[in-house]
């Protein structure tokens, strides 16, 4: 054997010669792997592919013009981005292959960016310098960041967009979920533009919790909020039985009365159980609560709490206080203040006091609390950091309770810890901590919610949003989103409207709800004496809507201060009330508005004028407009009803001027009969 080696060695190298040429060989050799290497790369191969698909096709001349070969690189210095995708994905930009459904060469769908303008990772995550499928869609040793899930893609929409868009229905779920559960309660958020996300759920104030309600209500609450309410919002914390027996004993124990939060029982309710159903009815109140059916199914709205078994938590004589005047226990609530007499207190608390379930608290005996108990009670409030969400007296809110969540969509996963059989990616521990809090360690105290796997998605979407990239992002990449505005009205008729719950509903300035129209420019659009006397009777302006603003039994001199601040304060600059009559048209030029109503314009396919006729439930009801608006915002209003409501369904109609002054003829002599009677008895 050696011998053959030693003659082997000097065959190759016996001399200098020999020598040189040999190592020039291995050199030539080593050197050839690189051209080669690239010659066999994936790209090349697709390449290769796409060429072949399309050689074929009709439109292969276009597509071959097209085509660049090599290795394509995006480069956008500001985003931090360099893709080289579209070397794999050649048919990215090409709408005529959408027939293609193979990857890499079908086509992207149609989106409001150009890939030349934000490149592919910054939506789609990944490595994008990266030339193998291996090291751009998965995680390496160098790049930890793989592809990111096609069912979290709009969190890269929420990046650059802090609003919510029409396209981003799971991204706008998840973002809702988060303040809606209180989430930010414990987590602290901290937007790119310098906003911290706040918190929409209503936690009620405990300082005074053993006025409203009893000690065993609290315990069977705190063991299982949803056997109590199916929409409530506060998790299930899995206490024990005497964990929960200490804290209830805690809360009833630290609780101090509210002076005026329970009333003497003056009035019994009406042995009619249809009287209580009507009041509820007419003043409604399913318009913020949501009341069980018989079937099962949740009727109303979610605002205020769920009442299906409000008769099994809530004393008699704290819900005739509450009914009376709901601000005395709470000055922040959400709920109007509806001036309610004694007899319709007293109804209206019956009917709701009906509503009990006494299987909810047949199990609950709890002995008297000692003081150990209610100690432990108080360790257990603090532990829990009960009070992140509810003012508990003595108990300080705790700061940083729960991890800040501003960047959980950066988060290394090198730092997390993973269950047994789950994926080592971030968008996988997200969604598993939403499902299975617990499951991650011993000792944990993020309690467990129900959420469907759909909003399990839309949560984890909203926080993979919250990442690095979009806290780095410069300003002109970016769509901020407009701050709420922290609007209060002035005056009697501020506090009034605040007494109201008002902005509960409605929206003005920026401020409010969105359940009712925006007010803003009320002042502008409604006569006086309509506005009077709708406040004083709201009758409705939608027949098809369920929702109706409910009788708040107004005094007279209340009705007059609202209105004439809201005619006075809530003016559109671009709308001068006066400057057109509410009378006196010619009977040609209403005429001419009738037929452009009914013809030109077909206005009756949404609206309603003549009630035996037309069929319109889209828009408000026009059967009396001319009572209710001013003929200035009727003529501006159709000149372009989006400069005076963005983004309402009435589409801007491009009309003359010589049609909208008619079409305001027609409308504003829609008169209601019994006020032109009143009117012309007044003059």
């Not at 490149?119 to 291996?134: D, E, K, L, P, S």
Request: hydrophobic content about 35%; overall charge positive.
């Amino acid at each position: 054997m050696k011998e053959k080696l030693k003659s082997m060695w000097q065959t190759l190298f016996g001399d200098s010669v020999r020598a040189f040429g040999v190592v020039s060989l291995v050199f030539l050799a080593s050197m050839a792997i690189a051209p080669a290497k690239n010659h066999f790369s994936e790209w090349r191969h697709y390449q290769h592919g796409y060429l072949k698909m399309i050689r074929n096709r009709s439109d292969a001349v276009t597509l071959q013009r097209h085509f660049q070969g090599g290795i394509q690189q995006i480069w956008l210095p500001d985003l931090g981005v360099t893709d080289r995708c579209t070397s794999c994905h050649v048919g990215l930009k090409e709408a005529s292959l959408s027939d293609v459904s193979t990857q890499p060469f079908r086509p992207h769908p149609v989106i409001p960016h150009k890939v030349e303008q934000f490149g592919c990772t910054i939506c789609h995550r990944g490595q994008g310098a990266a030339t193998t499928v291996a090291e751009a869609h998965n995680s390496t040793l160098a790049w930890e960041q793989p592809i990111l899930p096609a069912k979290y893609i709009e969190s890269s929409c929420g990046e650059c967009h802090r609003e919510p868009l029409a396209g981003t229905l799971q991204l706008n779920q998840g973002r809702h979920l988060l303040s809606r559960y209180g989430c930010v309660h414990c987590h602290t958020v901290k937007m790119p533009d310098g906003r911290v996300l706040k918190a929409t759920d209503d936690p009620p104030s405990l300082s005074h919790i053993a006025d409203k309600t009893s000690r065993e209500w609290i315990y069977a609450w705190l063991k299982d909020p949803e056997a109590y309410a199916a929409t409530a919002t506060m998790p299930n914390f899995k206490l024990s039985d005497n964990d929960a027996r200490d804290i209830s004993a805690f809360l009833i124990a630290n609780s101090t009365p509210q002076p005026g939060s329970t009333a003497a029982i003056s009035s019994k309710a009406s042995p009619d159980p249809a009287a209580g159903a009507s009041l509820y009815g007419e003043s409604f109140c399913a318009s913020c609560h949501a009341v069980q059916n018989a079937a099962g199914n949740l009727v109303g709205g979610d605002i205020g709490p769920e009442l299906t078994r409000v008769g099994s938590k809530v004393k008699p004589e704290w819900l005739q206080a509450w009914l009376r005047n709901p601000r005395i226990y709470d000055v922040g609530t959400a709920m109007p203040h509806y001036r309610f007499n004694d007899a319709q207190v007293a109804t209206l608390a019956g009917f709701l006091e009906a509503k009990a379930d006494p299987d909810f608290l047949a199990n609950v005996h709890l002995d008297a609390a000692t003081p150990e108990q209610i100690a432990h009670g108080k360790r257990l409030v603090s532990d829990y950091g009960c009070a992140s969400c509810h003012e508990i007296a003595g108990v300080k809110k705790p700061e940083n309770f729960a991890p800040e969540l501003s960047r959980i969509g950066s988060k290394p996963v090198t730092q997390l810890v993973f269950l047994p059989g789950m994926q080592r990616t971030l968008p996988d521990y997200i969604a598993t901590k939403i499902k299975q809090p617990r499951a991650f360690g011993q000792g944990l105290k993020m309690p467990q919610y129900t959420f469907t796997p759909t909003q399990i998605d839309s949560l984890a979407t909203a926080l993979l949003a919250f990442n690095d990239r979009a806290a780095t992002l410069p300003p002109s990449r970016t769509l901020a989103a407009k701050p709420e505005s922290d609007y209060q009205p002035a005056g009697k008729a501020g506090k009034l409207m605040t007494d109201l719950a008002c902005f509960s509903c409605h929206r003005i300035n920026g401020h409010g709800g969105d359940m009712a129209p925006d007010l803003t420019w009320e002042g502008s659009s409604v006569q006086r004496q309509w506005l009077v006397d709708f406040l004083k009777n709201p009758n409705t302006l939608r027949p098809a809507l369920i929702r109706r603003m409910p009788k708040f039994n107004l005094s007279d001199g209340e009705a007059s201060e609202l209105t004439d601040y809201i005619i006075t304060v809530y003016q559109n600059p671009a709308v001068d009330r006066d400057s057109m009559p509410l009378g006196g048209y010619s009977q040609g030029q209403i005429e001419l508005g009738r037929q452009l109503y009914y013809g030109k314009y077909s206005c009756q396919g949404c609206h309603i004028v003549d009630t035996k006729t037309d069929k319109g439930y889209i828009g408000p009801t026009l059967t009396s407009v001319g009572s209710r608006l001013t003929a200035a915002w009727i003529f501006q209003w159709m000149k372009n009803p989006q400069a005076l409501r963005p983004g309402t369904v009435e589409p801007n109609r491009d009309m003359s001027d010589e049609d909208v002054r008619a079409l305001t003829a027609f409308l504003i002599s829609q008169k209601d009969p019994a006020k032109s009677e009143i009117a012309k008895a007044r003059k």
